[in-house]
């Protein structure tokens, strides 16, 4: 990790030099995720402060949101649910319809963050003014969104997969996976971005998607496809690309199979 931040860094100062706005927003944030990953929340929380004001500027809502939803994150991590209820409310207001999948991880955020806090915490929030996409101080709305509901949500099956086994994973693998994989969900989405090819974030986006594929094309013959099935077609896959598998890709594989089935039944 240390390795990753001194490029960063250097990455950073280059795309200064140049002005590159988009990326240094983009720099800015990846740095973030470092310091919280080696936990030093008040660095992290910096980062992402300047990564969200450049996103701001060059008004890239996706930005803002994957922003609002890391520092929800940050929020609980330091134990403190009510800013982490209002940045997520941030983030999934960010768009309409606000359940976007844009919105990553803050959705299931939200609704934990609610039931945890009770539903009179949201409302307030919301008349506050938080479901707003702009930084905290800025005007409250007249009338604030609702909040989303699972009905109707666009999906993306294998972005869900992935952060559904990136949580499960978290207790063995690390508090900051789901973090992590969120980042390489937004990567993807910028095709000419660095994608680091041996992070385990990396690979289980990678297996997510291969899956999702997978599962596809097998649904076409068989209506239920087991995930033991599509588990093992994915690994054999991975070894005829010369993917660097680490240890516990089995299981990797086997639990996004799971939640890629899952995430799919109500498409089918």
């Not at 973030?32 to 004001?53: F, N, V």
């Amino acid at each position: 990790m240390g390795e990753a931040e001194d490029w960063y860094c250097k990455s950073l100062a280059i795309k200064e030099e140049l002005g590159d706005r988009s990326d240094i927003g983009f720099t800015y944030h990846q740095l973030a995720i470092i310091a919280q990953d080696r936990g030093r929340p008040d660095e992290a929380d910096d980062w992402y402060r300047k990564s969200l004001a450049v996103s701001e500027e060059l008004d890239d809502r996706p930005g803002m949101a994957r922003t609002y939803a890391q520092l929800g994150l940050l929020a609980e991590y330091r134990g403190q649910p009510q800013p982490a209820l209002e940045w997520n409310i941030r983030c999934v207001t960010s768009f309409s319809p606000s359940s976007s999948p844009l919105t990553g991880t803050g959705p299931a955020a939200l609704a934990r963050l609610t039931r945890q806090l009770g539903m009179p915490a949201l409302e307030q929030s919301l008349a506050a003014g938080h479901g707003q996409a702009r930084p905290a101080g800025g005007p409250p709305l007249h009338h604030p969104p609702p909040p989303p509901t699972r009905r109707g949500i666009m999906t993306d099956p294998a972005a869900d997969a992935a952060r559904a086994a990136a949580a499960i994973l978290a207790p063995d693998l690390g508090p900051t996976l789901p973090t992590e994989v969120e980042a390489a969900l937004a990567d993807r989405q910028h095709p000419g971005r660095y994608i680091d090819p041996v992070s385990l974030a990396s690979l289980i986006v990678a297996i997510a998607t291969l899956a999702w594929t997978i599962y596809s094309d097998q649904r076409d013959h068989t209506p239920d496809p087991p995930p033991a099935d599509i588990a093992r077609q994915v690994r054999i896959t991975l070894r005829e690309q010369d993917t660097l598998l680490p240890t516990g890709t089995e299981r990797i594989t086997e639990i996004v199979a799971t939640e890629i089935i899952r995430h799919a039944s109500p498409q089918a």
